[in-house]
């Protein structure tokens, strides 16, 4: 079945089914990655030791949000 099938018979749903289908597509696509994860925690562990060791400058939390604030 194409995607073009499924999107035509979703649309012909109740509303409250419709809603049923799109969050569990959007769900579907924020799964947790374990490998993607793990890089990111890797890389907040270098981040980390290099900071400490003098390697990085830190940079203060009020010039980071400056332009959100």
């Keep these: 079945m194409?995607?073009?099938d499924i999107l035509k018979?979703?649309?012909?749903?109740?509303p409250e089914e419709r809603f049923t289908?799109?969050?569990?597509?959007l769900k579907s696509?924020?799964?947790?990655?374990k490998k993607?994860?793990?890089i990111w925690a890797e890389?907040?562990?270098?981040?980390?030791k290099?900071?400490?060791?003098g390697g990085l400058e830190g940079v203060p939390m009020e010039?980071?949000?400056k332009d959100v604030l």
């Design 43 to 48: 890389e907040a562990e270098k981040r980390l």
């Design 63 to 65: 010039e980071v949000f």
């Design 36 to 38: 993607l994860d793990q």
């Design 9 to 14: 018979q979703a649309l012909n749903l109740k």
């Design 29 to 33: 696509l924020d799964e947790p990655d």
């Design 21 to 25: 289908v799109v969050e569990g597509l």
């Design 50 to 53: 290099a900071y400490r060791a």
């Design 2 to 4: 194409e995607s073009k």
